[in-house]
């Protein structure tokens, strides 16, 4: 075997293709990802990356380069040299009279030529619905599962593979971010009018950026000065029918040929208390949300930096609105004041723009304080993170690349609680710190676009729980232009820091019951997924399908169920796993109109205390339907989106004194419609819509919510929504750099 990998290796080094390199872009310069690229009269194609480019190899008898994207006029290229380098522009739509038909990109995509299984979600797909923050930009993607935490405090959190939000790694722009003590509220915490794009990416991922990611990634591009296509000013006012009111605006400002910055800033007020089920407590809490900005790019010849600085406040309030015969200061309320920080810096240099050999080092810290009450129940935190990776990357020859690094990772919790509503109680004090500096090495494949193999190996030594290793595999085949098939396998880490992550489990008057020696979790991840792209009466229909399978070998175990009067956390002894298998469809019926479909399904179990049972608030199945329509001139965009939500298990119930359970063992299934249409005009656009129009509420959300103070008291069985529908109208405006 050492002899056949040394064999590869020497093949690899000696042996060079002759490529045919590029970028494809639209007639403002913005890349266009993921269009075919093709000669003509053969089977031999590709697509474009993320970043528009694209490297194929010439054969002998195709001279003809074909470029088509949706929505854009087909170009064809005489290529004469086997290595040559082409920058396309692609035009939209066709020309008649000098009157532009324009077609609308599409809004969330496979990337075709990502050796993993994953899709972008653009800036085009996020205003299709409200998008107020990242928490509500999954409302038309089938992947993503984004749901309330509990009735009382707001919190969400999104679920990828059948499994909470913990196990996906959360990135801005590649960064790790919004860990630990951010993560039950971090949702809220971005903007949607400052994302330029979402990558999602399914299962394990690059060992680039850490161990973490177990069920996948989801990685957040904002808006960057340095890119053409950045606006000089845009704003986006929105208000809805519960009252909540935002504004945001964002301002670039080009300094020089090489400098750029820009500002952006957010607020948010949701001013109305609103209880809808009149069960005496606030449906929607009441929050609000300051939030800014600012961040420098300088673009040299080989040497190329940013840096930013943001700031966040934000204060959210919710609990009993009213009690009959109770004074106000014995009403149960919520209170969560949130200040934090952010700092960033990247610095890369570029050796050999042919070969992309550059050596980049990414710095950044953050600083997280939160002071929560949950009744007379207490949890003050303070975390302070700083994070450092220096990445080395190169290509050896055009088929083969290599990736590098060190990387450190240091977390500091400083917390203060109360676990019960006695206020005689003292404060518990705990400090907790990890420090984990690790290196990383991948390898990266690709003959001729038909195989690519992608294979990393990182270790990482934590202060706490010691050394481990980090292996991850893809593996790609093209058979041709029409079908990709995907592998992968590999593992993932993460610490748990239960109140942190959980401290919205306190708004009940369950016992909390922590065990000792938590173990770091670790999971095994496997995926296979098959892509096809079929032309049906010149148009194209994608289909998707995808299987995964999560094992935990030590997990750390949130049970609900063994006493319905207490959340105790401890070590798994037993089995834990997911099997999710989904499928999705996507055709664009006529000029202008898209309709996609999926469907999914989930068989998520854990062992509580020797007994392996569902997971409980995990819904069996989902189903989405996405209609999307704009007119030949595009003047009026119309989205309207469906969802059905499968029924699910229910943590153990226990009986009332009337012999009465205290709730369903099982919910079921139901569904919510959401809806929006657009005008544009030049240089500004209306939209108005509407969310849950189906109006669907889970009755009685909050468990004896009569009696707060007793030990009954329960708002974290929730599994829908908890307000009806509501409606929303919103302004956006735009000044392009390239406007007149």
Not at 212 to 236: C, H, M, R, Y
Not at 475 to 496: C, D, I, M, Q, W
């Amino acid at each position: 075997m050492k002899y056949m990998i040394m064999g590869l290796f020497s093949l690899l080094a000696v042996t060079t293709y002759a490529q045919v390199r590029g970028t494809v872009k639209d007639n403002t310069g913005e890349p266009i990802p993921g269009a075919n690229v093709f000669w003509m009269n053969t089977g031999q194609g590709v697509t474009t990356k993320e970043d528009g480019s694209f490297s194929i190899s010439k054969p002998s008898k195709s001279h003809m380069l074909v470029v088509s994207f949706i929505g854009f006029q087909n170009d064809t290229i005489h290529v004469s040299k086997k290595n040559q380098e082409l920058d396309i522009i692609l035009r939209d739509g066709v020309e008649l009279n000098e009157v532009n038909v324009v077609s609308r990109r599409m809004g969330t995509m496979k990337l075709r030529s990502s050796v993993m299984n994953e899709e972008m979600i653009s800036s085009a797909e996020l205003s299709r619905a409200a998008c107020c923050n990242l928490g509500e930009s999954f409302v038309t993607n089938p992947s993503v599962d984004v749901s309330y935490s509990d009735a009382a405090t707001g919190s969400k959190q999104i679920k990828l593979l059948g499994l909470s939000g913990t196990y996906v790694q959360m990135l801005t722009e590649n960064i790790p971010n919004y860990r630990g003590a951010a993560s039950p509220y971090g949702l809220g915490y971005v903007p949607g009018p400052w994302m330029q794009s979402i990558q999602v990416s399914k299962g394990i991922s690059s060992v680039k950026n850490g161990y973490e990611a177990i069920t996948g990634q989801i990685n957040v591009e904002f808006k960057k000065p340095q890119l053409p296509e950045a606006d000089w000013v845009s704003a986006n006012l929105f208000a809805s029918s519960t009252s909540r009111y935002e504004a945001n605006a964002d301002a670039t400002l080009k300094l020089s040929k090489r400098w750029s910055t820009s500002l952006l800033a957010h607020y948010e007020n949701e001013t109305k208390a609103h209880d809808g089920n009149d069960d005496g407590f606030v449906d929607i809490p009441r929050v609000e949300q300051y939030n800014v900005w600012n961040r420098w790019a300088y673009m040299g010849d080989h040497y190329v930096f940013q840096a930013g600085f943001k700031a966040l406040s934000e204060s959210r309030n919710s609990g009993q609105a009213h009690h009959a015969g109770m004074q106000s200061d014995d009403l149960y309320k919520v209170g969560i004041d949130t200040e934090r920080y952010e700092l960033f810096t990247k610095n890369a240099y570029i050796f050999n723009k042919e070969k992309n050999t550059n050596l980049a080092l990414i710095l950044s810290a953050s600083w997280h304080n939160q002071d929560a009450m949950y009744g007379r129940k207490l949890y003050n935190v303070d975390q302070t993170n700083a994070y450092a990776s220096l990445m080395f990357e190169t290509e050896f020859n055009k088929q083969s690349s290599f990736s590098a690094g060190l990387s450190f990772n240091y977390d500091a919790y400083d917390q203060h609680y109360r676990l019960e509503n006695k206020t005689e109680l003292p404060l518990i004090k705990a400090f907790a710190k990890e420090a984990v500096p690790g290196a990383y090495v991948q390898y990266t494949l690709n003959l001729n676009d038909q195989w690519m193999l992608m294979a990393g190996l990182r270790g990482d030594y934590s202060s706490e729980h010691g050394f481990f290793v980090t292996p991850r595999a893809h593996l790609k085949y093209n058979p041709n232009e029409y079908v990709h098939f995907r592998l992968s396998a590999g593992k993932g880490y993460r610490t748990n820091h239960v109140l942190a992550e959980n401290n919205y489990l306190l708004s009940s008057s369950r016992k909390v019951e922590i065990a000792n020696g938590l173990d770091m979790e670790e999971a095994w991840n496997y995926g296979a997924s098959v892509s096809t792209y079929i032309p049906i009466l010149g148009k194209t229909l994608n289909i998707n399908a995808e299987y995964y399978y999560t094992n935990f070998l030590k997990q750390v175990v949130v049970d609900m169920d063994s006493n319905p009067h207490e959340v105790a956390f401890y070590n798994l002894d037993g089995r834990s796993y997911s099997h999710v298998f989904q499928v999705e469809a996507s055709y664009p019926f006529f000029k202008g109109f898209t309709l996609t479909g999926a469907y999914r399904l989930t068989d998520a179990q854990t062992t509580y205390k020797g007994q392996r049972m569902e997971k409980p608030l995990t819904s069996k199945y989902k189903g989405l339907l996405t209609a999307s329509y704009q007119t030949p001139l595009g003047i009026w965009q119309f989205d309207a989106t469906l969802q059905l939500n499968g029924g699910g298990r229910m943590p153990a119930p226990y009986e009332l004194a009337d012999g009465q359970l205290s709730w369903e063992r099982r919910y079921g299934s139901f569904e919510q419609l959401s809806a929006q249409i657009t005008r544009y005009f030049r240089r500004w656009s209306i939209y108005v819509g509407g969310e849950n129009l189906t109006n669907f509420k889970q009755k009685n959300p909050i468990i004896d919510a009569a009696n707060p103070w007793g030990s009954n008291f329960d708002s974290t069985m929730i599994w829908g929504p908890v307000h009806g529908a509501k409606a929303y109208i919103g302004v956006r405006f735009n000044l392009a750099r390239n406007s007149d």
